[in-house]
């Protein structure tokens, strides 16, 4: 699976942005995808991650709320809707996808692919 990760930006604070990943290569609907960030000096961190279907989506705790995670198999793209965005916030944005246990969806260490990543800025 090819990952490409797009839609990063400048925004104000409180603003949002929508990310995109568009995936080819294998079939997509196979995998579950996932959002991940990374900030400078950072380790990488889980966003959240959703099932082969799109019925079932985990979130990390602290972005529960603002961020929205969905896919469209039909386009194999896979989406990250963010809103109320923080200054902290501020990270170059991953989308992965893999087969992960549910006991290790918080690990970037489960997921096969990635994309290349995009850089979300939020200015306070």
């Known amino acids: 699976v090819q990952l490409q990760a797009f839609g990063g930006g400048l925004v104000q604070a409180g603003g949002s942005l929508r990310l995109f990943c568009a995936a080819s290569?294998?079939?997509?609907?196979?995998?579950?995808m996932a959002w991940f960030r990374q900030a400078p000096g950072k380790e990488r961190e889980f966003i959240a991650n959703?099932?082969?279907?799109?019925?079932?989506?985990y979130y990390e705790d602290s972005m529960k709320g603002r961020f929205t995670i969905s896919r469209d198999n039909a386009n194999n793209t896979v989406y990250l809707q963010m809103n109320s965005l923080k200054a902290e916030d501020t990270a170059v944005y991953y989308c992965?996808?893999?087969?992960?246990?549910?006991?290790?969806?918080?690990?970037?260490?489960?997921?096969?692919?990635w994309g290349q990543g995009t850089q979300v800025t939020v200015s306070s």
């Open positions: 290569g294998r079939t997509f609907s196979g995998y579950f």
């Open positions: 992965a996808a893999g087969r992960p246990g549910l006991s290790v969806i918080r690990r970037s260490s489960a997921y096969s692919y």
């Open positions: 959703i099932g082969w279907s799109g019925g079932t989506a």
